[in-house]
């Protein structure tokens, strides 16, 4: 588990084919790897790795053709700059919120545009993960925790303010670019809850829709 809030920016220093999948090696900057030991989990733009090199300036990682196809991680390639945070310890501050390392999905920025000191962006996500983001919410981005200032269908809005955007690899977004998403945990697990006893049933989908919410009282007529 994670907290969405990045401890350093490093780089890609190599992306290396390896029985069918790819070993990543990354520089980690000023990232403090003193604690971290060979299995340790470190997240890189929000995916959850696994260190099995740990060389001294960095860690490698192998990334599997899972987590390829359905992450931005296919983007990446030498020099390329990522974030980084190690993960947590019961001793941690929880200042961002609960993250798995687990990419639901990727999105990508639409426009980015200057307010006051702050840059916005506006973040188009896959549509079947557009029902888990919320205004006011949580959500993850290349790993990083941010709050959702406005949703509209699929797009949502982010106002970085400049602290994150020195701290983290959002200063370089522009639109085009495609982003690691994690939706709130919190928001996955309501979804389950919601579906109760049904939940133990093969479904097409396996989500809430609008007709179950109605048939089961949770809509006024």
Not at 174 to 190: I, K, S, W
Request: with cysteine; aromatic share 4%.
């Amino acid at each position: 588990m994670f907290t969405g809030i990045i401890e350093s920016i490093g780089s890609i220093r190599a992306l290396t084919p390896k029985g069918g999948d790819v070993r990543v090696h990354v520089d980690t900057g000023k990232l403090d790897l003193s604690d971290v030991k060979l299995g340790d989990s470190i997240a890189v733009n929000g995916v959850c790795l696994t260190a099995v090199e740990l060389p001294g300036n960095g860690f490698a990682a192998d990334v599997s053709r899972e987590t390829l196809d359905c992450t931005a991680m296919n983007d990446l390639k030498g020099g390329s700059p990522v974030n980084l945070e190690k993960a947590l310890t019961p001793t941690t501050r929880l200042g961002g919120h609960l993250v798995s390392g687990h990419v639901d999905g990727v999105g990508e920025v639409v426009t980015r545009s200057d307010n006051a000191r702050a840059v916005e962006f506006r973040i188009r996500a896959p549509k079947e993960l557009a029902k888990y983001i919320a205004h006011k919410g949580s959500i993850t981005v290349d790993g990083t925790s941010l709050t959702v200032n406005a949703v509209d269908g699929a797009e949502f809005l982010l106002t970085i303010i400049p602290h994150t955007l020195s701290e983290t690899i959002m200063a370089s977004y522009q639109p085009g670019r495609r982003v690691n998403l994690e939706v709130d945990l919190l928001a996955r697990y309501l979804e389950r809850l919601l579906l109760g006893d049904k939940a133990a049933e093969p479904t097409k989908g396996g989500t809430i829709t609008e007709s179950f919410l109605a048939a089961n009282g949770y809509l006024k007529s």
